[in-house]
């Protein structure tokens, strides 16, 4: 239902982020997130940063597999 | 290749492909992981025991008709300019969709964000503008953005046609849908862990939190097998790198302030109470229902389209009698077969379930 | 000359004369371009390639190009799918009155140096003007005739399994240049069309081999919609390598914002060559070291199963369909 984009953030002002996909680059709202900086990478959806990215999806398969009994318990 | 180290997707995959249990059903709740699990084949990997039903997260799906009729009374009677997403443009209304309005003169624009629909309003005081507030959770935090900046710019020619909706209440409809969930991963980004933690432990009902790579569709499908082997109602979040377990308080607070719940229809679901969002009194200048007192459309669907059973995973798309016969893409009869996350439009563009 | 085009311009008398002077005679002059009323051309050896195409692109100037370019690219390339080596070109105008004459100027510049470059001329044209609002600033449509070599047989219904997919280039440039300019959706990036002449990339192909079997150039619908039609014509089933397809990272970024696949945006620039396997390598060497085609890319195989479609190798191993093309390319956001 939500399409989302991971992109950079190259710059914060006034509620404002421009993100960078690519190297395609749109504001967005960064209303929702308060202490964005420019370098972090966030999930962007409908012209808004709606989280901040803390890590790429390989590495977060793994930690999932290794931990496949903890996480169930 | 067995001195490879085998990676984290490739282990999944394997557990996934190797399971020998009792039928299972997954649902994939949300449609942009209807999408993308056909987009990357993985129906073409599970073993016949392993069937996944695509669920009602389409927020365009799940739009009844008569949402689409008062947009394109909107246009055609009070001479609205429509901003929208894209999606919405080709959803079939009573007589026509946005598209037919376009046809007959509509002005109707797209847009990328809510917040574009009131940049568009200022520059053009001329016009009145609505923007078609669909969406979930994951959506919703942009259009209150929008509809406060309005206020802030005391914009009188811009409101918003809310049929915003909210998750929590309508996991519960489809308890006995299947036997775990992969919970919608954006959505989640709102919500946090919480809600699943009572439907594990108020309701039975079981899923995991999934992103929408490869890697992160093959992982959760992997801990949905554990879970279910373990045989006890379980939540877990295989999304951690974007999805936190309190979820977002700022979001929250930014859709609770703006917005209040509201009992709403879903097509095929029927009226889900306080699943549906409309603006606060404090914002009631901006609600285009109440700025042009649209009169009461109910809204006529094809009666022949089978869309609500689809959406709840009664039957496959195929199942359908409407199916790749009077409802193709191009002429979706039904809005599931519209939006590129409908499921019988997935269904229908990558050619059923198996190749 | 007035510094606008006027319904005077597209009259017939003085004032087209002077138009036809100072512009159309001053580009596009050869040996073959006279003021009679048809155009006389030698009787050329063997058989012909014809056809015919006409461009509206708003903006007409974009980066990379203008739709003077394209509409001498467009034809050209139409004739050289064909195997052919383009010789003649006609082109007609329709233009709105109130045209920017400096506008009008780049875009036939642009047109008679892409002709230099394919050593085509243009010997016949036609120029009207229609009142303000009936058209779009300009439209051109050009006709072509070019000479096929007597041993070449190229169609889209000669696809064998087992042949090699070769794409010249990176995909779908074009659509998003567009896309970008018109600024509907306020993204901004570096993106440039592809918009080039193909005629010199088809002659590096034949420099290895006349057996080819489809040569077709990927425009409105991109290579998505040619390996669809291909996989048609021809009863056969497309496989695609997804890593393989060479898509620039820019343009895959615009695409992910708006939730549209590159393999469905237009090209102006980009070949999709099928041709038995054994020349693949050869093949892509060749178009590498031609003008445009530096990305040139296998990227699947023709095969028995799966007729009528095209099937897609995902990044996790997986095979998918590729979806079907279809109707307007409407962004996606939820």
């Given amino acids: 239902m939500c399409v989302g984009l991971p992109a950079k953030v190259m710059d914060t002002h006034d509620g404002v982020a421009v993100i960078n996909a690519g190297g395609a680059e749109r504001e967005v709202s960064s209303e929702m997130i308060a202490d964005l900086a420019p370098g972090d990478y966030v999930m962007v959806h409908a012209g808004m ?25 | 290749m067995s001195d490879v180290k085998k990676s984290a997707a490739e282990k999944a995959a394997e557990i996934i492909q190797n399971y020998d249990g009792p039928p299972i059903r997954i649902m994939e709740v949300c449609g942009t992981h209807t999408h993308d699990i056909f987009r990357l084949g993985i129906r073409n990997l599970l073993p016949e025991n392993i069937r996944l039903i695509s669920g009602p997260g389409c927020p365009v799906c799940v739009t009844p008709v008569g949402y689409i009729d008062e947009a394109v009374w909107l246009a055609l009677e009070k001479g609205c300019t429509l901003c929208t997403f894209g999606d919405l443009i080709k959803v079939p209304g009573t007589e026509m969709s946005l598209a037919g309005a376009r046809a007959r003169g509509a002005k109707v624009d797209m847009v990328y964000s809510p917040i574009d629909a009131v940049d568009y309003a200022e520059a053009h005081p001329g016009e009145q503008v609505v923007f078609l ?114 979820g977002s308080p700022e979001g929250r607070e930014l859709i609770a302030d703006t917005m209040e719940p509201v009992d709403t229809e879903w097509r095929g679901l029927g009226v889900i109470p306080q699943s549906g969002l409309k603006l606060r009194d404090e914002y009631a200048a901006f609600d285009a229902r109440l700025k042009f007192g649209i009169p009461n459309m109910e809204g006529r669907a094809n009666p022949a389209c089978r869309c609500g059973e689809v959406l709840q995973g009664k039957i496959r798309p195929d199942q359908c009698p409407c199916f790749g016969k009077a409802c193709v893409p ?20 990558y050619g059923g379930e198996q190749l | 000359m007035n510094e606008t085009i006027t319904l005077a311009h597209g009259s017939g008398g003085r004032q087209t004369n002077e138009l036809i002077a100072s512009l159309f005679k001053k580009y596009f002059d050869n040996d073959l371009l006279t003021a009679d009323d048809a155009a006389v051309l030698p009787r050329p050896e063997g058989r012909l390639s014809m056809s015919t195409d006409g461009f509206i692109v708003s903006p007409a100037e974009f980066p990379g190009g203008n739709i003077g370019k394209l509409s001498i690219c467009g034809t050209v390339n139409d004739i050289a799918c064909m195997g052919a080596k383009p010789l003649y070109l006609t082109c007609g105008f329709v233009i709105e009155e109130g045209f920017e004459t400096a506008r009008l100027e780049r875009i036939v510049e642009a047109m008679a140096k892409t002709c230099k470059e394919v050593g085509v001329k243009i010997v016949a044209g036609d120029t009207k003007v229609a009142g303000k609002g009936q058209v779009d600033g300009v439209f051109i449509t050009t006709t072509g005739i070019g000479v096929i070599p007597d041993d070449v047989n190229v169609g889209g219904a000669c696809a064998k399994p087992g042949d090699c997919i070769i794409v010249s280039g990176d995909v779908g440039r074009h659509g998003c240049t567009i ?9 901004k990036a570096d993106v440039t069309s592809d918009c080039a002449p193909l005629s010199s990339a088809v002659d590096a192909l034949m420099g290895v081999t006349h057996d080819l079997h489809v040569v077709r150039d990927a425009t409105r619908g991109g290579v998505g919609t040619v390996l669809y039609e291909i996989a048609d014509q021809a009863g056969v089933g497309i496989e695609l390598n997804d890593k393989d397809i060479p898509v620039d990272e820019t343009v895959q970024g615009v695409c992910d914002m708006l939730g549209l696949n590159p393999l469905y ?23 590498r070291t031609s003008p445009y085609g530096e990305k040139a890319a296998v990227i699947g195989r023709v095969t028995e199963s799966n007729p009528g479609k095209v099937v897609m190798k995902t990044s996790i191993g997986t095979k998918t369909i590729l979806p079907l093309p279809g109707g307007e390319l409407l962004p996606r956001i939820c």
């Fill in chain 2, 133 to 246: 507030a669909v969406g979930f959770e994951t959506t919703t935090p942009a259009s209150c953005v929008a509809v406060r900046k309005a206020k802030e710019k005391g914009l009188s020619n811009f409101s918003l046609l809310t049929a915003n909706k909210t998750m929590d209440n309508a996991y519960l409809a489809l308890k006995g849908s299947a036997d775990a969930f992969l919970y919608p991963g954006h959505v989640s980004i709102l919500t946090g862990m919480g809600v699943y933690e009572r439907l594990r432990d108020g309701h039975g009902m079981s899923g995991v939190v999934c992103g929408f790579t490869g890697p992160e569709i093959l992982t959760a499908l992997a801990v949905i097998i554990k879970g279910l082997q373990k045989g006890e109602p379980f939540c877990a979040n295989a999304y951690p790198r974007v999805v936190t377990a309190e």
């Fill in chain 1, 49 to 73: 940063a709606i989280a901040k990215i803390t890590g790429d999806d390989e590495t977060q398969a793994e930690d999932i597999m290794d931990e496949l009994e903890d996480l169930l318990s």
């Fill in chain 2, 330 to 349: 191009e002429h979706p009869v039904g809005a599931c077969m519209v939006s590129d996350e409908g499921a019988c439009s997935a269904f229908y563009m």
């Fill in chain 3, 265 to 287: 945006l237009a090209c102006e620039g980009r070949l999709v060559i099928v041709a038995p396997s054994e020349y693949a390598e050869d093949l892509v060497k060749a178009l």
């Fill in chain 3, 179 to 187: 896309l970008l300019e018109r600024n509907e959706f306020k993204i």
